[in-house]
């Protein structure tokens, strides 16, 4: 059983910068894929950016270029350097696990899921 556990949400303004992070446990994180999900009101869960057991990162068009996946074995822990931020950003964000190599870049693929950091970007 993986738990997760994110932090770092908040309200910025847009052209702001948030940096979301996630630590993992239960699990040997080297065997994880990581991914961070969000969630606007009245929308499906989208996925953000994912990052595999190797290191390789994908992100959505939408966040292509102005957010960053990264991972940090020795705490255990996800991140996501948001830049640029943009209203349309504003959601629930989660963090999501999966043992093994990554299946897919949708929620479906994902076993293990966080509680959620709220981000609220105001123009």
């Known amino acids: 059983q993986v738990q997760l556990v994110e932090s770092g949400g908040g309200s910025v303004q847009a052209g702001g910068s948030l940096r979301l992070s996630c630590t993992a446990s239960?699990?040997?994180?080297?065997?994880?894929?990581l991914g961070w999900f969000r969630q606007a009101p009245a929308k499906e869960r989208e996925g953000v950016a994912v990052i595999g057991t190797d290191g390789r990162t994908s992100y959505s068009e939408s966040v292509k270029g102005r957010f960053t996946i990264s991972k940090d074995k020795a705490k255990n822990s996800l991140y996501l350097e948001m830049n640029n931020l943009e209203p349309e950003d504003t959601a629930m964000y989660y963090c999501?696990?999966?043992?093994?190599?990554?299946?897919?870049?949708?929620?479906?693929?994902?076993?293990?899921w966080g509680q959620g950091t709220r981000v609220t970007v105001s123009s």
């Open positions: 999501a696990a999966d043992v093994g190599f990554c299946r897919g870049d949708t929620p479906g693929h994902f076993d293990y």
């Open positions: 239960g699990y040997t994180f080297r065997g994880l894929c």
